[in-house]
């Protein structure tokens, strides 16, 4: 009773117990679980105290509560015998076995092999053999707590069962050095090193820090306890496996390997000696393995002796390495170029020169080898060689290789080509320049080129020319077929270039080429510029400027394939621009296609070009621009607006089409906000230009650009005023309800502002002239009415603006009508009338002849409209004088034209005229008269010559006696006048004929002017313009 009775007391106190087994001061848990272990020894076993310690083992709580359990349960099977303990192992090293254990258990377990050798002693050394392995692999694990208590484990085994360990743990830890997990090698370093100190009797925690990594810290007294204690083999076989972790590819395995070495060796070089054929033995053995980090320790362990030993190792090994590189293992023959790697890095030239014979075609067999991988390890052989032998190792090398490529085919040559390309990437400074030159030579080795490029990097930069050039001679020397085939691979070379600097080289080589006068080289050239701008992955904006101006250079080539394959380049570069990039790259896109179209096509205005006229030719173009006119500042949007009309010029009708929309709402919108008038001028110029090219196709914006055209009438500037005549002009064309239109213009012309007045006035002129023969009659009666009154009116700009319009009104005017209105308005009253109504009645005769020639010669009043004219002639105001004279030279040019003079009609002008060239008082009407003999001249192309010679002779006498006046605008008029009466552009002839027909004083004159004449008739312009056209507004309109 009285046991039993203690037995509760003593019981009574578990709980207490408990907590304190749990308690984070490690001294507390110790003495906590001795306790239990007394209790349990002295009452036996307690209930539910096992299950309860069980379960806390695997807590997931923390780390503290699994260590108290731990040293409980340890405690506790000693009282619990030697039974307990069997089932209690045997249980866990089952869990132990389960992979998917989770960490926190697994801990817990392994926390026991920890204390059960500090309570056990030798009752637990038959487990240290079965609990190895889970301490193995607990050191693999990722949590770090479970690699630690695997580690503690572990030290534990060595401290305590040291021999015991020896035998069971220490060829473990051997196998463990060279593990493919470096966590494993690394622990097993460190428990290799904690036995080491265990037999050698020091801690092997002092420092070993010092500048040579060989200093050593043993003692010859150390040296004997580890051979006695291990034996020599057993010691040649651990220092062999610490020696080769000290080059371990895990940074902190070499660390505690150098440590470990310095401790326990007394002196490097002679206890190399002693190990070396060991240490060899396993370095082939590694250089042969299947794992790569293996062979590339047993390759670095390799060049270390070398430095170390050099001739006494170099014997042994090269011969063994040479034969192993015919290995049918390719990782065994990997490794060996590794190790020649090593040794090459390590040795002298004139040591490698010993075995050179042997050794390069060993290496240049590994080149050539059917696995990547040990060509790729080749190639670091050859790279080391190349650093000792130099030059010599490119003669030696890549000559024979570069021989072996013109015999080769199918898997050998692609082979062949990936070594050379390792090598490449190994040695791209020295080698390209070796190899560029040979592989360029005829006939080109394009795919070669390609691989070698692809690793090239920097070293590519001073052979791009070169080997661009090449490549494309090549393709060019090809049958078309294959060339294509090839050509995938100089678009590989393309796009290998990866910096700014390659990039400039590459673009400036084939901006040469593709100006070149060989159609396939420029065709080449272009299908390299399309593959650069669709797969190069730097930043397109840098070099968008250069691809431009090439690409658009090619729209005009006469080979249709050239210009489709640079169309498709330049809309992809094009697009891969971002928004903002479009924007401020506008000027320059509008100076690439400037510079596109040769000056001669930019005189000629109905040239388009080729790349623009394909379908969708100008979509990229207008979406860069629309941008531009969009988001721009107002500068960008002028340029934006400029190259929209220039795309639209260079551009037909069938391409512009699509393209309709996308270029009139930004233009119309524009014009509808307050812009400046240069802007707002540039947009009605384009859409002028876009309505001469496409018409109908812009029926849809007829309502909404007829009333921007209107507002523009409206604006302050006169040159916004004038675009906006020309487009309103343009847009008649196609308007078949002008009614509203005419009735408009007719309103503003009764405009109290002068300016918008005369601007109507022209609009009216404009829109009658193209489309007043839609115009209902009633409203042209009252559009007449008005301007007989304009006739008089008091501003010379609205006389002569009145003039035009009655002239294009006589276009459509019935006949009866027309006379009635002529002999009423224009040709009746005398010569009393004023300046201002014989100036108005000038002007309208002048447009008469101008724009209807042929109707009012169908009047039947010729001959009184000569007479008005000549009596207007007669008058000393120089703008009257001036107007008749320029509307006798329009009744000149048609009778000209018709051929026929009746009642001698022009003949009498033509007696004015020359009268006003020799104008004895004025030099205004003496230029003027000079200009229209000039503006005859080259308004009749197909009348040879337009005057007979007496007429030619009659004017040349004033024409050349203005030439000795010293007033400028006399002096250049009469020039041009007498270059383009003479036809001096095409010979002599006429001056032969009316030489004859001079006086001496102008035929002297004559002979000393011809030379000036001459250069004058050289002048383009002479033969293209005229001035003093009172009309020239409107002629340049219409």
């Not at 507390?28 to 083992?57: F, H, Q």
């Not at 009797?201 to 007294?221: I, M, R, Y």
């Not at 080059?247 to 002693?274: C, F, G, M, Y």
Request: glycine letters at 6%; one cysteine or more; proline letters at 4%.
């Amino acid at each position: 009773k009285q046991w039993y009775q203690r037995r509760v007391a003593i019981t009574a106190g578990i709980p207490g117990l408990k907590g304190a087994l749990l308690d984070p001061v490690p001294d507390v848990r110790l003495y906590s679980a001795k306790a239990l272990g007394c209790l349990v020894r002295g009452i036996g076993e307690i209930p539910n105290l096992m299950d309860w310690l069980l379960n806390t083992l695997v807590s997931e709580q923390s780390s503290v509560d699994r260590s108290g359990a731990a040293q409980g349960i340890s405690e506790v099977m000693v009282g619990l015998g030697p039974e307990k303990l069997e089932s209690t192992m045997g249980s866990v090293l089952e869990m132990l076995d389960n992979d998917d254990l989770p960490p926190n258990q697994r801990d817990g377990y392994l926390m026991l092999f920890i204390y059960f050798p500090i309570s056990m002693k030798e009752d637990f050394a038959d487990y240290i053999d079965e609990i190895l392995d889970p301490i193995l692999s607990g050191l693999a694990s990722e949590s770090e707590f479970v690699r630690d208590t695997s580690y503690k484990a572990g030290q534990k085994i060595v401290q305590i069962y040291a021999d015991c360990a020896i035998n069971l743990f220490l060829p473990r830890l051997e196998n463990g050095l060279f593990n493919d997990n470096h966590r494993i090698r690394l622990a097993s370093c460190c428990l290799l090193g904690d036995l080491l100190y265990k037999i050698m009797g020091v801690s092997g925690k002092q420092s070993t820090v010092s500048a040579d990594e060989d200093d050593n810290f043993g003692t010859d007294e150390t040296k004997k306890i580890i051979i006695e204690v291990l034996g020599k083999e057993r010691r040649n076989r651990v220092f062999s496996g610490l020696y080769m972790a000290r080059s371990d590819v895990a940074l902190q395995v070499r660390q505690a390997a150098l440590h470990i070495w310095k401790i326990v060796v007394s002196n490097t070089p002679k206890t190399l000696k002693e190990i070396l054929p060991v240490l060899i033995e396993m370095i082939l053995s590694c250089l042969a393995s299947e794992v790569y980090d293996k062979r590339s320790v047993a390759s670095r362990t390799l060049g270390d002796l070398v430095k170390k030993l050099g001739d006494r190792i170099l014997p042994e090994v090269i011969p063994i390495l040479e034969k192993s590189l015919s290995a049918e293992d390719f990782t065994q023959r990997q490794g060996v170029c590794l190790g020649l790697s090593e040794i090459l890095s390590a040795t002298s030239k004139d040591q490698v020169d010993v075995y050179s014979a042997s050794l390069l075609p060993a290496i240049r067999k590994a080149l050539v080898d059917t696995h990547a991988e040990v060509r790729s390890s080749a190639a670091s052989t050859f790279a080391a060689l190349h650093n000792v032998l130099g030059s010599r190792a490119l003669d030696e090398i890549l000559s024979p290789l570069l021989k072996m490529m013109e015999t080769l085919e199918g898997e050998e040559a692609d082979n062949l080509i990936d070594a050379l390309k390792e090598i490449m990437t190994a040695k791209s400074r020295v080698v390209l320049p070796y190899m560029v030159p040979k592989l360029v030579q005829k006939p080109v080795n394009i795919a070669a080129l390609a691989s070698l490029s692809s690793v090239a990097n920097d070293a590519l930069h001073d052979h791009i020319d070169l080997i661009i050039r090449s490549v494309v001679q090549g393709l060019c020397d090809l049958e078309d077929k294959e060339a294509m085939i090839e050509l995938e691979h100089g678009k590989a070379i393309v796009t290998s270039i990866r910096d700014e600097n390659g990039h400039s080289k590459m673009l400036d080589t084939l901006e040469s080429l593709a100006t070149s006068e060989d159609p396939k080289t420029r065709r080449y050239c272009a299908y390299l510029l399309a593959s650069f701008c669709s797969n190069t992955t730097v930043n397109i904006e840098e070099f968008i400027k250069d691809l431009w101006k090439i690409l658009l250079g090619r729209f005009s080539d006469e080979d249709p394939e050239i210009v489709k394959v640079c169309w498709e380049a330049f809309n992809t570069a094009t697009k891969r621009l971002l928004p903002g990039d479009q924007v401020r790259l506008v000027p320059d896109l509008r100076t690439a296609v400037s510079m596109s179209v040769d000056m001669k096509n930019k005189r000629d205005a109905s040239y388009t070009l080729p790349g623009f006229c394909l379908p969708k030719g100008i979509h990229a173009i207008v979406a860069l621009y629309r941008e531009g006119i969009l988001n721009g500042t107002p500068e960008l949007k002028e340029h934006s607006i400029l190259g929209i009309k220039e795309a639209i010029q260079l551009t037909n009708t069938v391409a512009l089409k699509p393209s309709v929309v996308q270029i009139t709402g930004p233009l119309i919108r524009v014009l509808g906000e307050r812009y400046v008038p240069n802007i707002k001028a540039a947009c009605l110029d384009a859409l002028s230009l876009l309505i001469d090219k496409v018409k109908i196709a812009l029926k849809p914006f007829l309502s909404q650009l007829q009333t921007t055209f209107m507002k523009s009438l409206h604006d302050t500037n006169r040159d916004v005023r004038n675009k906006g005549v020309n487009a309103l002009t343009k847009l008649v064309t196609f308007h078949n309800k002008v009614d509203n239109l005419f009735t408009d213009l007719h309103s503003g012309t009764k405009n109290t502002d002068l300016s918008i007045r005369e601007t109507m006035l022209s609009a009216l002129h404009g829109t009658m002239l193209h489309g007043g023969s839609n115009m209902s009659q009633s409203l042209a009666h009252s559009i007449s009415t008005t301007l007989a009154t304009n006739i008089g009116a008091p501003e010379d700009a609205i006389r002569i603006a009145n003039g035009a319009c009655i002239g294009s009104l006589a276009s459509f005017f019935g006949e009866e009508e027309l006379l009635k209105f002529i002999n009423d308005n224009i040709i009746s009253g005398g010569g009393n009338a004023d300046a201002q109504i014989k100036h108005g009645r000038a002007m309208a005769l002048a447009g008469l002849f101008k724009y209807s020639p042929d109707r009012i010669c169908k009047l039947e009043i010729l001959r009184s409209i000569v007479m008005s004219i000549a009596k207007l002639l007669d008058s000393d105001k120089v703008p009257v004088c001036n107007s008749a004279c320029y509307a006798a030279s329009h009744v000149i040019i048609h009778l000209l034209k018709r051929g026929d003079d009746p009642d001698d009609c022009m003949q009498h002008l033509l007696t004015c005229l020359v009268q006003n060239c020799s104008h004895g008082t004025s030099n205004d009407i003496r230029s003027f008269a000079n200009n229209m003999v000039h503006m005859i001249s080259i308004s009749t192309p197909g009348v040879d010559p337009p005057l007979s010679d007496q007429n030619i002779s009659k004017f040349l006498v004033p024409l050349l006696d203005s030439t000795t006046r010293k007033i400028p605008l006399v002096r250049s008029s009469s020039e041009s006048a007498i270059a383009t009466l003479l036809q001096l552009n095409h010979g002599d002839e006429i001056v032969e004929r009316v030489k004859g027909l001079l006086d001496n004083k102008s035929l002297d004159t004559l002979y000393r002017f011809l030379p000036t004449a001459r250069r004058v008739a050289n002048d383009y312009r002479t033969y293209s313009s005229h001035e003093d056209d009172l009309f020239g507004k409107f002629s340049s309109k219409n």
